[in-house]
């Protein structure tokens, strides 16, 4: 425990002012977020007996930031360069002997646009207009969400959400999660009224939205350690895992939460 207060304490100190000062600054710390999270990834897929091409993922994810933030016009370009390029490579490589080379190319891809395409969004978030606000309604919405959901699991949880992928999930904790999921959406909503325009049925809707569909983000990166055998994505974080372990349903959360943003308030 007293690991994992530290890590959050130095994680708080770092992250803070780069998610006030935004800009650079933030785009700087979700980049070595999710650069780190794609070697994560490669190095899980690697456990599967699966041979993604490192330089091209974490390259290519630290590109398509680039690109996606702050030359949008070119984003389409980059992927397709990208994805163009990490078939030839895995070609090659086929040639040479490895018979599994398609496998390897799919996963190279899947690191590009997981964490290098969804992941941008991340950072898009923070930057809408009132953004700063916007990021501190949807990313503390998740955090209730998964505090709510183990406090509700450990204590009342009965009946097995997913047997095979999380084995300790329950559908008491999911339901739990939603219930606290949804009361941080109307918390947060009246704390930050004055920032940005929405309503307590607005932050309610919210927190259904994202505490029901962001759990498949934990699911996902569950399926991908169960597939490759390994319990934590890496260990980074003192007492919490990899940066992947942290962020899984933040990934889930930007895009969703973007989307919500733009079709219904900007």
Known sequence: ?????????????????????????????????????????????????????????????LALLVTRIYYPQHESVVLVLLVLFAMAYHSIAFERGRNQAASDFAITVTALVYFGWVGAYLIKLRNLPDGLWWFVLVLPIIWFTDSGAYFVGKNLGKHKLSPRLSPNKTWEGYWGGVFFGVLA????????????SITLLNGAIFGLVLS?????GDLGESMIKRQSGIKDSSHI??????????????????????????????
């Open 1 to 61: 425990m007293k690991e994992r207060v530290i890590t959050v304490l130095v994680l708080g100190l770092i992250g803070l002012p780069a998610l006030i000062l935004g800009g650079i600054f933030f785009w700087i710390l979700f980049a070595v977020f999710l650069g780190i999270a794609s070697w994560e990834f490669v190095n899980l897929m690697r456990g599967a007996n699966l041979q993604p091409a490192m330089p091209i993922s974490v390259g290519g994810v």
């Open 185 to 196: 959406g109307i918390l947060f909503a009246w704390l930050w009224r004055e920032n940005i």
């Open 212 to 216: 029901m569909l962001t759990t498949l």
């Open 237 to 266: 974080l003192p007492g919490h895992g990899g940066i992947f372990d942290r962020i899984d349903s933040w990934i889930w959360a930007a895009p969703l939460g973007y989307y919500l943003i733009i079709y219904f308030f900007i």
